[in-house]
């Protein structure tokens, strides 16, 4: 079998096409680099719709905590602290567990039938923990950075009689996007990070398909040799780090673009990692 | 545990859960949680340790050991740390059993590695394979333990250098002035106060560290994830105490005991901060001063 051959037989294994059979003896280093490579699809399903959906539940949780009414305030707090203060791998875990308790046959909604067994999947039951983990964490963010916008905007837009909805879109929410970003970045990075975690917490791997970390586990099982499948899946996310900082670079730049240049925020990666 | 527990089948009620929560394999639970709070009392000082060693190595003008230093600082940045914990458990014992081989049976001709395994000579095996059950128990939870300390010594030379870059230069070029060498400069004003800007930092750290325990669990070791999996698990009417599917409930458990954890952890870690900032000359100190005139 060819190298070519390799990868158009495993390129889509992840997803379900291709090869039926994993390989199971005469490991080579291209099956490695193409299974792991397909896993990797996985890592960046998770982390790309997490991030998306959770930037929106974010911007709100960081808003509800602002807010003057208990109300609106502690659910926001309790949210927060719920997801902040416990790790990740528990979390998988309980959301599993919690998802296996609904009925099998589905949940009669008026007179709709609502299917429940595909929630105990991966595709859907861990990129919903995923979601709101980073919804928890990236409003700690937003809210850190609503609290630091300088007084004086404020006082500018009040001034100008710019007041209500037009003032937080106009004012506020750029300038908390604008301070909030380089941690925004971060956790953004760890975020992806912490999507290797989905196939060791409960989630079974339908059918073998699995992430990156799944197919560098497997080919360390199979071969006993730690030193090959792990240092390709680390490389993977490097790069898969590199092009995040490049992007998340890319969108600081046009945040900052009114400021003169010596003023922009630079990134900092500081770890934020397991969750 | 309790005298009336010896037929089970025959309780009802609060006495069967008394029964049901003393049993031996839920005292297994209890002594994980010891397991969980040994492995943060040993990492956390090691790591530390790590992590100062790294940071030191990253400020060295001698060119190689700044590239390690740099390089370890590094690692943890790109990377998911999950892969380290998966690779480092691995390559420390293959490492630690090749190491020993090489010195036990220099003259052993096969191969080390043949095919798909991994073959020191038998005297080599770490621990022996006729060692009793509780050594490779111990064997299986100091590679955890060496494993986290890697890690989050990575994390902490982060912290530390950081740190130390933050210490005003303006303290240790007078301390040259009064004609300190390196040596002396370091000891004596730059780790002295790079604490109070390595706190933040590092109490981030500490908590990261209680949130990472639960992956004690994939590194092999029978922690609290483990029991919980144990004990949740449906038990027939073979089992003594029969019962349904419980692991949603033991999940609970174990995400209010982590959430208690690091409230509790936030607080003290809170305290240790506004003790620290007292009198420094930092934003902290100065609104501590302010309140109280």
């Known amino acids: ?275 | 545990m309790f005298a009336y527990c010896a037929d089970p089948k025959s309780l009802e009620g609060l006495a069967w859960l008394a029964c049901y929560l003393t049993t031996g394999k839920h005292m297994g639970l209890y002594w994980s949680f010891g397991t969980v709070l040994l492995l943060l009392a040993i990492t956390a000082p090691v790591a530390l340790a790590f992590g100062f060693v790294g940071a030191m190595a990253a400020r060295s003008p001698f060119l190689p050991a700044r590239i390690i230093g740099k390089g370890y600082t590094a690692m943890v940045r790109g990377v998911p740390d999950i892969v380290f914990f998966l690779f480092f458990v691995i390559a420390l014992d293959q490492g630690i059993e090749w190491l020993n081989h090489q010195i036990r049976c220099p003259d052993w001709t096969e191969p080390i590695r043949q095919g798909l395994e991994f073959r020191v000579c038998p005297q080599a095996k770490v621990p022996l394979g006729s060692s009793p059950q509780y050594v490779h128990q111990l064997y299986g939870f100091g590679l955890a333990v060496m494993t986290f300390s890697l890690v989050f010594g990575a994390f902490a030379a982060n912290v530390l250098y950081g740190a130390m870059q933050a210490v005003p230069r303006a303290q240790l070029e007078t301390a040259e002035a009064y004609g300190m060498n390196h040596a002396q400069v370091f000891r004596r004003i730059l780790v002295p106060q790079m604490w109070v800007y390595a706190l933040p930092g590092l109490s981030n750290l500490w908590m990261i560290l209680i949130k990472a325990t639960p992956l004690l669990f994939l590194l092999g070791v029978q922690d609290i994830v483990y029991w919980a999996r144990e004990l949740g698990g449906a038990k027939t009417s073979a089992y003594e105490y029969p019962h349904p599917d419980w692991r949603l409930y033991y999940f609970l458990f174990l995400l209010v005991f982590y959430l208690g954890f690091t409230k509790l952890s936030e607080i003290v870690l809170d305290r240790l901060t506004a003790r620290l900032s007292r009198g420094q000359a930092t934003a902290a100190g100065e609104a501590m001063r302010k309140a109280g005139a």
């Open chain 1, 1 to 275: 079998m060819t190298c070519w051959e390799t990868v158009t037989a495993y390129a889509f294994r992840s997803l379900g096409y291709g090869e039926r059979l994993l390989p199971r003896s005469d490991f080579t280093l291209c099956q490695q680099f193409t299974l792991i490579g397909s896993g990797l699809i996985w890592n960046i399903y998770f982390g790309v719709l997490a991030l998306v959906a959770g930037f929106f539940l974010a911007n709100a949780i960081a808003l509800a905590k602002t807010a003057r009414s208990p109300w609106v305030r502690k659910p926001a707090d309790w949210f927060i602290f719920l997801f902040r203060g416990s790790p990740l791998f528990i979390q998988f875990f309980l959301a599993y567990e919690a998802l296996q308790m609904l009925p099998k046959a589905g949940i009669k909604v008026l007179w709709i039938t609502v299917e429940t067994s595909w929630t105990t999947r991966a595709w859907a039951g861990a990129l919903f923990v995923l979601f709101l983990n980073t919804a928890a964490y990236s409003a700690e963010i937003f809210h850190g950075a609503l609290k630091s916008i300088p007084k004086g905007d404020l006082e500018a837009a009040d001034a100008y009689g710019i007041s209500g909805w037009a003032k937080f879109r106009r004012i506020q929410w750029p300038t908390m996007l604008r301070l909030a970003w380089p941690a925004y970045t971060n956790e953004a990075i760890f975020l992806f990070h912490s999507t290797t975690l989905v196939y060791f917490s409960g989630f079974p791997a339908f059918q073998q398909r699995g992430d990156a970390l799944y197919y560098a586990n497997y080919f360390a099982d199979k071969t006993f040799n730690p030193f090959v499948p792990y240092p390709i899946a680390a490389g993977y996310f490097i790069v898969l780090t590199l092009l995040l900082i490049w992007l998340f670079g890319a969108i600081n730049r046009r945040l900052n673009r009114h400021l003169p240049s010596n003023m922009g925020r630079k990134i900092r990666l500081r770890p934020q990692v397991i969750r």
